[in-house]
């Protein structure tokens, strides 16, 4: 609910800021004294167009905040976490309107487009007037009401999902048959690469060990011819590195004295001519063993050839051919037997309709007996409020060839002024009287279920007096016990009744004029009521009517 809105330098208003109470809160004053700039800032501050008329003459711009408290407005909050504008249970809608008439929007501080001020601003208040923000002349606002009275927001939520999902999978349908002759042709496509690369069955580590394979195969002759020529030069009949060394020892070993220093040199060269005449032997087994498998080499190169050449088809590197071989397979089999291929697509389409005609037609069911019961209860309403006459009608106007989101069919509020005209719909046939004391009507039956925390109303009482204007009163104090109602009221009947009193004057001072709004104690209020009762000159008998009739508005309990 709207818990504080504060005004700066907009119209005549310099600075006013007013605190806001659950219930219903009444603002009255002279004509001229500027009630309409609660509204139309409010309104301003919802998104509606500003020109720079608004700023107050002498001021650079006009600013204005509404706070609301959305504890209990569900819907309010999902948005905002949507938007990631979330704030906990506060919401702070800003305008700043420049003298040059461009404005600034901002949520909870954030700068926004006026979209979202308008988006936003509707599921926290409905203002019910003459402008823009009427929402009860649009037809969308009418599903809304019957909804939220059958108790069916859910179910309708629940249709709208099944619809779009119904939707998705006509249009990934039809894109199917669209393309039905480029998805055959790749199928077969993907069909001779898959059996192509199949037949290739290359493993993930397969081309390395194969490239490394024909390496050595291909130089095999070379190892062959210098392993030989190494180990003649380690143990060949001619001169050998083992035979040097034999002589080199020889040497050593006939010396005419014994030379303890080259003791570890005869050790050394010992051990030489063993381990080169070892290495010598292990030199020529290895030549003996060594196969250089001619057959094996062609197998490779083959193979390394039928590899390269795919690659080459695909244009991938050839260690890319397996991770391709798994990407190729996976597009078949979803193109072959997966979500894509049409019979399974027909089959999703039937499904999702089915879900959605089901839970259409128990929306349609929930809408229909939710009807004839919201028409005769906001008849008696309209009764009570002297208009008699007025016929109020829920049409629903199903379309079974073509279903909407919101279900199988279009509803619209009608209304019959006089007996025996038809119902027409209500732009075309109520005044705005007679529109705001309908939707007072309309409130009134569906308060116990409506989501917009905060409603407001402007002219409700135009065009009635007497005890109408009492039993409008006590309606607006009924709304008022199940959340906030914000009334513009000329008649003493109504504001008695409400639960707080706003007052709206205005005063000049140094040649400018200032509008003036406080909040009215009980005195104030009798005083006010008093007024609005007697005009200019309040007598005590007038006094005592005012005391009479607050004291009896107060006591009222609906």
Not at 186 to 208: H, I, K, M, P, T
Not at 419 to 426: C, F, I, N, S, V
Not at 490 to 505: C, G, I, N, R
């Amino acid at each position: 609910m709207l818990t504080q809105l504060t005004v700066s330098n907009y119209a005549i208003a310099e600075r006013i800021e007013l605190q806001f109470r659950q219930g219903m809160t009444a603002l009255t004053g002279e004509t001229g004294a500027g009630k309409s700039i609660v509204l139309d800032a409010l309104g301003l501050a919802l998104g509606d167009r500003a020109d720079a008329g608004a700023v107050r003459h002498g001021a650079k711009r006009a600013d204005i905040t509404a706070t609301f408290d959305i504890s209990r407005v569900p819907e309010a909050r999902a948005w905002l976490e949507r938007h990631e504008l979330d704030d906990d249970n506060d919401c702070i809608l800003r305008r700043v309107i420049s003298r040059d008439g461009r404005s600034r929007a901002y949520i909870n501080g954030q700068p926004c487009p006026l979209t979202h001020l308008r988006a936003l601003g509707g599921l926290l208040m409905d203002i019910h007037s003459q402008h823009q923000h009427q929402s009860l002349l649009r037809k969308d606002t009418h599903r809304k009401l019957l909804d939220e009275f059958a108790g069916a927001q859910a179910l309708a939520g629940e249709v709208h999902a099944a619809w779009k999902s119904w939707q998705q999978a006509r249009q990934r349908l039809e894109q199917r048959r669209q393309h039905a002759d480029e998805a055959e042709a790749r199928l077969q496509l993907l069909r001779y690469q898959v059996e192509e690369l199949d037949r290739l069955a290359l493993a993930d580590d397969e081309l390395g060990q194969l490239e490394q394979e024909q390496a050595r195969l291909s130089q095999a002759d070379t190892v062959r011819h210098r392993s030989h020529l190494a180990a003649e030069l380690c143990v060949g009949e001619e001169t050998s590195a083992a035979d040097l060394v034999r002589q080199a020892l020889q040497q050593l070993e006939q010396l005419p004295v014994e030379i303890p220093a080259l003791a570890d040199t005869l050790q050394m060269l010992t051990e030489a001519r063993i381990q080169i005449a070892e290495a010598g032997d292990n030199l020529r087994r290895f030549v003996d063993d060594y196969d250089a498998d001619p057959a094996r080499l062609a197998d490779v190169e083959e193979r390394l050839s039928a590899i390269y050449q795919l690659a080459r088809k695909h244009r991938v590197a050839p260690e890319a051919l397996p991770a391709l071989h798994r990407q190729l397979a996976e597009e078949l089999a979803e193109l072959d037997a997966g979500e894509g291929s049409l019979e399974q697509l027909e089959a999703e389409l039937d499904r999702h309709r089915q879900a959605f005609e089901t839970l259409a037609n128990r929306l349609s069911e929930a809408r229909q007996q939710a009807a004839a019961d919201l028409d005769q209860r906001i008849g008696e309403e309209l009764a009570r409020l002297g208009m008699p006459l007025v016929q109020f009608v829920t049409h629903l106007a199903r379309h079974d060839d073509e279903p909407a989101p919101h279900g199988w069919e279009d509803i619209e509020f009608l209304v019959s002024a006089n007996p025996g005209q038809p119902a027409r719909a209500l732009a075309k046939v109520a005044s705005g009287g007679e529109l705001s004391r309908i939707s007072l009507a309309i409130q009134v039956v569906v308060a116990q279920t409506s989501t917009t925390p905060t409603l407001v109303f402007d002219e409700v009482d135009v065009g009635i007096g007497g005890g109408t204007a009492e039993v409008v009163g006590r309606l607006l104090r009924t709304l008022g016990n199940h959340g906030q109602v914000i009334c513009v009221t000329h008649l003493p009947q109504v504001a008695a009744q409400s639960h707080q009193h706003l007052f709206v004057s205005k005063f000049t001072e140094q040649d400018t004029t200032y509008s003036r709004i406080e909040a009215l104690d009980d005195q104030g209020r009798i005083s006010e009521v008093a007024r609005m009762l007697g005009g200019v000159d309040v007598t005590e008998q007038t006094l005592a009517h005012a005391r009479e009739m607050f004291s009896r508005g107060q006591a009222t309990h609906h």
